[in-house]
């Protein structure tokens, strides 16, 4: 069965500093993608950074980059000079196959401290 | 150009009736997704519809149903509710049916209560 495991429930961070966010899964599939999904206390699913697996180089957007290990079957997320803004909760999610069924890790909350 | 919209916002039911929510997706997006998110459990994945039709569903029992219309709307219809299916049931649309080739843009989604 494919899975999504975010093992830390909270994180917290100072504003400008660095964090990373784990992301595990487990999938017997070749070609899929994984997100990082933002939501906000207005609820809104807000797409942060998607990675296709059978690209090597890792994902950046901005201040959101990743590390893919597909071997590992690893995909954190990583924010630097962190904002204010960023306070959140963040889904990991995959993908695979033609179809819309997202696979989602239970997700962690980022505290942001100024 | 507008978003995703999920109408309404919040619902307080009761055990045993039915609720009906809508998801009205970004204008030229063709595909609906619906998921069910609470504490515990996470999301999860409801069903998706495109062009009319239901592509792919859920582990979710036969109470949960679903439809999308001519124009893209998309409904789903929860009988007989149950306590347990109090969560926020978000909507996300995209272009096509393929996830891996378009973003899919979620709504703010619908806090059902059940009492």
């Known amino acids: 069965a494919q899975t999504v495991t975010q093992s830390q429930p909270e994180m917290s961070v100072q504003e400008a500093e660095t964090v990373t966010l784990s992301c595990t899964y487990d999938?017997?599939?070749?070609?899929?993608?994984l997100f990082w999904y933002k939501q906000p206390p207005s609820r809104q699913m807000i797409l942060v950074i998607r990675?296709?697996?059978?690209k090597q180089q890792n994902a950046t957007e901005n201040r959101f980059s990743v590390n893919f290990q597909k071997a590992a079957k690893s995909f954190s997320l990583k924010i630097s000079d962190s904002q204010l803004g960023d306070a959140a909760m963040y889904f990991c999610?995959?993908?695979?196959?033609?179809?819309?069924?997202?696979?989602w890790g239970l997700g962690t909350s980022l505290a942001v401290n100024p | 150009k507008a978003g995703v919209t999920q109408t309404p916002r919040y619902l307080i039911k009761t055990r045993g009736q039915q609720v009906t929510l809508s998801c009205s997706p970004i204008?030229?997006?063709?595909?609906v997704s619906w998921y069910q998110q609470t504490p515990g459990q996470g999301l999860q994945f409801l069903f998706e519809?495109?062009?009319?039709?239901?592509?792919n569903k859920g582990n979710f029992p036969g109470r949960f149903s679903g439809r999308q219309f001519s124009n893209s709307r998309s409904e789903m219809n929860v009988s007989t509710l149950e306590l347990g299916d109090s969560a926020l049931y978000l909507c996300?649309?995209?272009?096509?049916?393929?996830?891996?080739?378009?973003?899919?843009?979620f709504g703010q989604g619908t806090r059902l209560t059940v009492v």
């Open positions: 996300a649309s995209s272009l096509n049916s393929n996830l891996m080739n378009t973003e899919a843009f």
């Open positions: 204008s030229g997006h063709r595909s």
């Open positions: 519809y495109f062009s009319e039709t239901q592509r």
């Open positions: 999938t017997s599939e070749s070609d899929y993608y």
């Open positions: 990675q296709e697996a059978y």
């Open positions: 999610a995959y993908n695979a196959g033609n179809n819309r069924k997202l696979i």
